[in-house]
């Protein structure tokens, strides 16, 4: 066992990892660690799954950046999940101006011509019981990321021959796994990681009006709850580029208006404007000192011009204690956020106090030998535990360094 479950990564496989910190794609990310330093824990040979066109999008303008058909992997559920669905949304941060736009749609991150074929399944999406306890032989959809607005944008750049068309795509393949099975559903779960955990949030009330009354309906957001907070350089890193996304993408549209009727947009595609007025059960899964919002929106580059947080971004381990009570108030901020929402008997919360980000997806985080726990507890149960309602779960860890299950991400 690595002391506190460091998980290195080289500065080599982040660069092609972080793309000026757009392009963050922690799908990828956490494929990488686990086929590197996982394998023999996991025994890593996991399910590969094609991955489907939608053919019925095209007409719809239900398009890719790039005006390329979406698409999702499925892997048919069998057995007591043969009529249980999991839709998991993919991340891969955002677009926010033409040229991160333009840049997007030349990679699988705005186009399915560069998607892989096959993805591993893995975590959330495993088939095996020992791996995946509770949704293993479910109907499990991944559903690929290819818009840069979290699902939600409907608009267009005709000059730069631009689509932004995320909501569509995500009414699309809705609309097309309905057709194959999943109206009969008599329970779903909506997860997504990162971009996607935050399009979980923002899409829940949506998917549960998919749904009879009677089916089980819940959201999983791992990742996703990015806060509007102040960067090192008391800048707004992450508020800004928000403010590009909904203003480019022309997410107002598609925003809820519990929250549009009294906040500008810009705040509505924070989550911790919505999570509060949400009304279907909603679990939210998030590191207290999440490492892309380390790296992306407390201390980016941009923030930090002397380098003075560069080795405390890439190690935890490196910073200095003036930077951990920094990181300290993040975590109060993060806390303070979901008050409202942990008061709900419906809403689940699993907050670790670790240095990561994604834990869903990852097998070694989700369950294996030495996943991160709280309270005894490992992710996987803690959300089978509340999906189920076989017990309520609030587990906020205390602070940094008393965890220590972590599986901690360093970048070298």
Known sequence: MKPFGVWVVSAFAFAQLVTAFLDFNETELSFLESLEYGASKINYNPLMVGLTLIHTAGAKGAVCLDGTLPGYHWHRGYGSGSNSWLIQLEGGGW???????????????????????????????SEKAEENPDFFNWNRVKL????????????????????????????????????KGMRHANQALLSGCSAGGLAAI????????????????????????????????????????????VGLQGVQHNLPRICTNHLDPTS???????????????????????????????????????????????????????QI????????????????????????????????????????????????????????IAVGDWYFDRAGVKSIDCAYPCDKTCHNLVFR
Request: proline share 5%.
């Open 95 to 125: 677009c926010n101006n033409i040229r991160t736009c333009v840049y997007r749609k030349k990679s699988r991150r705005g186009s399915s011509m560069y998607m892989e074929k096959e993805i591993p399944f893995t975590g959330i999406l």
């Open 144 to 179: 690929r990321y290819c818009d840069g607005a979290s699902f939600t944008g409907d608009s267009e750049n005709k000059a730069a021959q631009l689509q932004f068309r995320g909501q569509r795509i995500w009414l699309a393949a809705m609309e097309d796994l309905m057709s």
């Open 202 to 245: 923002l899409h829940c009330d949506e998917f549960r009006n998919m749904f009879p009354r009677n089916t089980r309906v819940k959201c999983l957001s791992d990742a996703g709850l990015f806060l509007d907070t102040v960067d090192v350089s008391g800048g707004r890193t992450l508020r800004s580029m928000y403010s590009g996304v």
């Open 268 to 322: 509505c595609f924070f989550p911790q404007n919505l999570i509060s007025h949400i009304q279907t059960p909603l679990f939210i899964l998030n590191a207290a000192y999440d490492s892309w919002q380390i790296q992306s929106s407390i201390a980016p580059p941009s923030a930090d011009p002397h380098g003075y947080w560069h080795d405390c971004r890439l190690n935890h381990a490196k910073c200095t204690p003036s």
């Open 325 to 380: 009570r920094f990181l300290q108030g993040f975590r109060v901020q993060m806390l303070n956020a979901i008050k409202g929402f942990a008061m709900s008997r419906q809403n689940g919360l699993f907050i670790n106090s670790c240095f990561a980000h994604c834990q869903s997806e990852r097998q070694d985080t989700w369950f294996a030998d030495d996943s991160p726990e709280v309270r005894n507890k490992p992710i996987a």
